[in-house]
């Protein structure tokens, strides 16, 4: 018998073939995906060059033969190569990673709030710590100087939400709607601070508008050092606490009389989910429901054990974002849409739909 | 005899209080090894927060709960969770895991983070998996079973947690019959061959009395009986606690006490005085207990004469408040009683006489109406004597010498019309809705 006690018996239910199959069928579009994404963008480079550029490696940026043929010119196929290692490559990158922590907030969030509605951007998360952010630009610091004081300073914006739906989240027994609700009071709070911020904007930066409605376009390699940092030491700890959200699943007490220590748990993950929201919020601005819909479809594939769905939100967020992306850069090229469009193009009727159908279903009482 | 086995669970003086409010007050409770404990008591009365308390979920504000000699509060969650098994009244409904996954889940707080699972564990799961009939069937979602399933998987997954105590809260709640019978006789069991400690909160005094080796009654917070079913439960009680008549009988096979609660008693809304009359009833053995019903109902004063204490008619004069002159059972009247039924007559301003059984130890009474009730509106409810004497003639001769001083009635509803109609009383013609209306409550209002 293997470590996982999955219903990996000799004759499995249908409904485990079905997942298994939906599991391969997700896994190859992932695949598909991150191969396909590199030539997606605004300026257009044969496929071929983007694979040879690729597959030279980052040093090796110049030469026409490299870009594939005498058609090319050398100063043209140097900026394709830029093009491709230093914006594309970082961009998917970025949003590979940026995805994968919204997924795990997403997942997270529902599991601690007993809420399959929860989602960083929903409960006012988001727009705190792009408030936070904001700080920076009324004291004249820009975006790209900015560095590691931009996600700092958004997870100082953050903490007030985090802070807030962790007491509003826990007391009593408030309906799932009322810490939604919370999260739009928020949101709509934190945005009327954001927006006098970006009003008074010292900089008369524009690149602060387009930061605010997020996207991979001020993606680096710097960057994605520090998100890929935050995405495996804040993944790797919500993964390891997901027998915890399981047991709190039966409600507070129960977890508790079982031996997890509720309190503290619940505050370690909404931390990390407020660290992580912040970091992605930092680098890729306000992206919603990336965390409402990774987490269902995942359910949908693998069950409701936190233990799978939390890791796995986190892969099915990145490459939904990464989707999203792609998709941000080809509505309509050659302008590149803020990525919030797609997601909230997929997300929001999604959101309405979980929103009906719960309130379709009964609560049966366990 | 085997000296009795260590407390498992020891309450002292425990007092709980939300905000200024008490929950509890100075309950102090001991449960050993291998007992089967039940809680009862009215909605409210404080079950719930002693459980709470022993689980350290509220803190109380005076006294201790120990467990196995260790006060709650200073063992970690873990300790407690496995001194400690919970099965809450209600919970979330929760995901649709498996059930091999929810039973596992019992097993938390014995095992340890990034040790995937212990042999150990896997046995006692698969083995309580086993014991409870889910074996086969341990990759179906729990939110596919049926309710009664599902309570019955709740318990696997608070066995799971091998803890020498078990705390249930209304275990059998929203179950059918069988379900009940079936999760207590597990819970028995359990407490029987493990030697697990019970502590449950159960409703249904009867399936307390069947399974438990004590109950423990608390009202508004408080102990007030504590032993063997057949010692607690008394229709004193019943009555003082949950304010309801019970029959108590004994069940010939088990020889447990079982109960059978009575109709809810009548609240009667305070009728207007002015338009009633005083009306005396003389009865027994029932025959004058819908008569007092409906003299009640339509306003009138009414008393009671000379009926045995625990007759039907005494019991429900006690009920509806009505002043009566009692007897002890199986005895002939004696002087005492029979000088308060005179004065209840001479008070009244008409006698009904119900169709009581007329014996040696109560002819008297007839003979107290002839001699006292002169003047008076005599009402004799009957269709005839035949049968009802049991005195070799006496009773019939004063009940013929009544017949011929009374207006008869066929029934209660004949009554009401002929005191209605010889009054004039506003009475008859009263068709104010609500006045004198007989209202059931679900309990006597509880004595303070």
């Not at chain 2, 409210?44 to 467990?67: C, D, H, M, N, Q």
């Not at chain 2, 995937?116 to 698969?126: F, K, Q, S």
């Not at chain 2, 019970?198 to 508004?220: E, K, P, S, T, Y």
Request: aromatic residues 6%; charged residues 15%.
């Amino acid at each position: 018998m293997g470590g996982v006690p999955a219903g990996a018996a000799a004759s499995p239910p249908p409904r485990s073939v079905r997942r298994r199959r939906a599991a391969l069928l997700l896994l190859a579009a992932g695949v598909l995906l991150v191969v396909l994404s590199p030539l997606v963008g605004p300026v257009a480079i044969p496929a071929g060059t983007v694979y040879a550029l690729l597959a030279h490696g980052p040093g090796a940026v110049g030469s026409a033969s490299t870009c594939g043929g005498a058609a090319v010119s050398a100063g043209q196929c140097r900026i394709w190569a830029e093009i491709v290692w230093q914006t594309r490559l970082p961009a998917m990158i970025l949003a590979l990673c940026a995805g994968a922590i919204l997924g795990l907030s997403g997942a997270t969030l529902q599991g601690v709030f007993r809420n399959p509605l929860a989602d960083p951007y929903l409960l006012g998360l988001s727009s705190g710590a792009a408030m936070g952010a904001a700080i920076l630009f009324v004291f004249n610091v820009g975006i790209s100087e900015a560095g590691v004081l931009l996600p700092a300073f958004a997870f100082l914006g953050g903490l007030i939400p985090g802070l807030v739906i962790f007491v509003a989240g826990r007391t009593g027994r408030r309906s799932p709607e009322t810490l939604l609700l919370t999260g739009v009071a928020l949101s709509a709070l934190f945005s009327s601070f954001l927006a006098t911020f970006l009003i008074y904007n010292p900089l008369g930066d524009l690149q602060v508008s387009f930061w605010l409605l997020g996207g991979m376009s001020d993606a680096s390699w710097l960057r994605d050092a520090i998100v890929f940092g935050v995405v495996l030491s804040v993944g790797a700890v919500l993964s390891v606490l997901g027998r915890e959200l399981n047991l709190l699943q039966l409600g507070e007490d129960v977890a508790q009389s079982m031996g997890v220590p509720v309190q503290r748990v619940t505050l370690v993950l909404v931390l990390l989910t407020t660290v992580g929201t912040a970091t992605a919020v930092a680098f890729t601005g306000v992206i919603g429901f990336v965390g409402l819909v990774s987490p269902h479809i995942v359910r949908r594939i693998v069950g409701p054990d936190y233990r799978r769905v939390v890791p796995l939100a986190g892969l099915v967020g990145g490459g939904f974002l990464l989707l999203a992306w792609d998709a941000a850069q080809s509505i309509l090229p050659p302008l590149v849409l803020p990525v919030g469009i797609p997601t909230s193009f997929v997300g929001a009727p999604f959101f309405l739909y979980l929103l009906y159908r719960r309130r379709a279903t009964s609560m049966g009482a366990l | 005899m085997t000296p009795a086995p260590p407390a498992a669970l020891t309450a002292t003086n425990v007092t709980v209080r939300y905000r200024a409010v008490p929950a509890l007050t100075h309950v102090s409770l001991e449960a050993r090894a291998g007992e089967f404990v039940a809680l009862a008591g009215p909605n409210g009365s404080g079950k719930t927060s002693f459980i709470r308390a022993a689980l350290g979920l509220v803190v109380p504000t005076e006294g201790t709960i120990a467990i196995g000699g260790v006060p709650v509060p200073e063992l970690s969650l873990a300790a407690r969770a496995r001194a400690l098994a919970w099965m809450p009244q209600e919970e979330p409904a929760g995901d649709n895991v498996s059930i091999r996954d929810y039973v596992g889940y019992g097993r938390y707080a014995h095992s340890q983070r990034f040790v995937p699972e212990g042999v150990r564990d896997r046995e006692i799961a698969e083995q309580i998996l086993r014991d409870f009939g889910f074996a086969g069937r341990e990759s179906v979602g729990v939110q596919e079973l049926s309710g009664g399933e599902r309570q019955r998987l709740r318990l696997a997954r608070v066995l799971a947690q091998d803890s020498p105590v078990l705390l249930l809260d209304e275990p059998t709640a929203h179950l059918d019959m069988g379900y009940q019978l079936d999760l207590l006789e597990r819970v028995h069991g359990i407490a029987r061959s493990q030697g697990r400690t019970v502590i449950a909160a159960l409703h249904d005094l009867n399936l307390a009395a069947r399974f438990a080796d004590r109950i423990v009654v608390l009202q508004r917070g408080r102990k007030v009986a504590d032993g063997a079913p057949a010692a607690v439960l008394s229709p004193a009680l019943l009555r003082d606690v949950w304010g309801v008549v019970a029959d108590l009988r004994r069940d010939e096979r088990s020889g447990l006490p079982y109960l059978i609660p009575r109709l809810p008693v009548l609240e009667v809304v305070p009728p207007d005085r002015s338009r009633g009359l005083r009306v005396h009833v003389v009865g027994g053995g029932g025959s004058a207990a819908p008569i007092l019903h409906a003299l009640v109902a339509e306003g009138h004063r009414v008393s009671l004469g000379a009926v045995a204490l625990f007759d039907t008619d005494s019991e429900t004069a006690g009920e509806l408040g009505i002043p009566t002159a009692t007897e002890l059972p199986f005895v002939p009247l004696g002087d005492e009683v029979r000088a308060r039924n005179r004065e209840l007559l001479q008070e009244a301003d008409a006698v009904v006489v119900a169709p009581f059984q007329v014996g040696p130890g109560n002819v008297a009474v007839l003979d107290d109406i002839l001699q006292v009730a002169v003047g008076k509106r005599l009402y004799l409810v009957d269709t005839g004597v035949a049968g009802r004497d049991h005195t070799g003639g006496v009773g019939t001769e004063r009940l013929r010498a009544l017949a011929a001083r009374s207006v008869r009635v066929l029934d209660s509803a004949d009554l009401l019309r002929a005191l209605a109609s010889a009054s004039g009383s506003p009475a008859a013609q009263s068709d104010d809705a609500d006045r004198g209306r007989v209202r059931p409550l679900e309990r006597l209002e509880k004595p303070r």
